[in-house]
């Protein structure tokens, strides 16, 4: 089965800055998502990565906010752009594996 | 537009018992996969199963089972003989066959079990 090596696994952040956050697999895939998870809450899906094209962000979620990579079949990251105490969660990559998928260990989001 | 119910937010229960998480889900699609995923209290998200659509057929995979019923739209899931390491966050979710990594999360059962 695929691992997903997700970077960093927890940070704090000051207001109006920028975090990205890194999604590594050890095997090509076509596809990768990226959720939130809100402290206390279920996760969201936040956009959907093709390597070579943009990415598809679901509604309440913007490309200027969250601007996302997808350089290789192996890669991909997030930022989450102009922080505020209200982007604090855990961020989660996503990708298929042959009978489900599985999930990165998650980034937990602090912002101060 | 699809949506995840589960009713139960939180259950507490002692080590050996059974215990069931109920899963209700909507769709307009006429195939589809639903799946369940374990969140321990360290964070990551454990893939459990997913099932397709159209496979009703029950699952039981050691001291967990599934109980897929397309006409009530359920998809429950039951743990035998519970242990304290059970205890999790407990999401089930939905999915389009087409698109199956855009799911749709429930918002979580918290389940306890105590020694």
């Known amino acids: 089965s695929a691992v997903i090596s997700q970077k960093p696994s927890r940070d704090i952040c000051q207001r109006g800055t920028s975090l990205t956050i890194q999604c590594q697999v050890d095997?090509?895939?076509?596809?990768m998502f990226w959720y939130r998870q809100q402290p206390g809450q279920s996760l969201t899906l936040i956009a959907t990565?093709?390597?070579?094209?943009?990415?598809?962000?679901e509604s309440g979620f913007v490309i200027d906010k969250f601007p996302i990579s997808r350089p290789n079949l192996t890669f991909s990251t997030l930022t989450v752009s102009n922080m505020s105490p209200e982007d604090s969660s855990i961020y989660l990559c996503s990708v298929e594996l042959r009978y489900g998928y599985t999930f990165g260990s998650g980034t937990r989001l602090t912002v101060v | 537009a699809q949506k995840v119910t589960q009713a139960q937010t939180e259950i507490s229960v002692v080590e050996k018992e059974d215990v069931t998480l109920d899963c209700v889900y909507e769709t307009r699609d006429t195939t589809y996969y639903l799946f369940w995923y374990k969140q321990p209290p360290s964070g990551e998200l454990v893939f459990l199963i997913r099932r397709n659509s159209f496979d009703e057929q029950n699952e039981i995979s050691g001291r967990y089972s599934w109980n897929f019923q397309k006409s009530t739209s359920s998809f429950n899931f039951t743990i035998t003989a519970s242990q304290v390491v059970d205890s999790a966050v407990y999401f089930c979710?939905?999915?389009?066959?087409?698109?199956?990594?855009?799911?749709?999360f429930g918002d979580g059962t918290t389940l306890t079990v105590k020694p």
């Open positions: 990565a093709n390597q070579g094209s943009e990415a598809t962000y």
């Open positions: 095997s090509q895939v076509t596809m």
């Open positions: 979710a939905l999915s389009e066959v087409t698109n199956a990594g855009k799911s749709t």
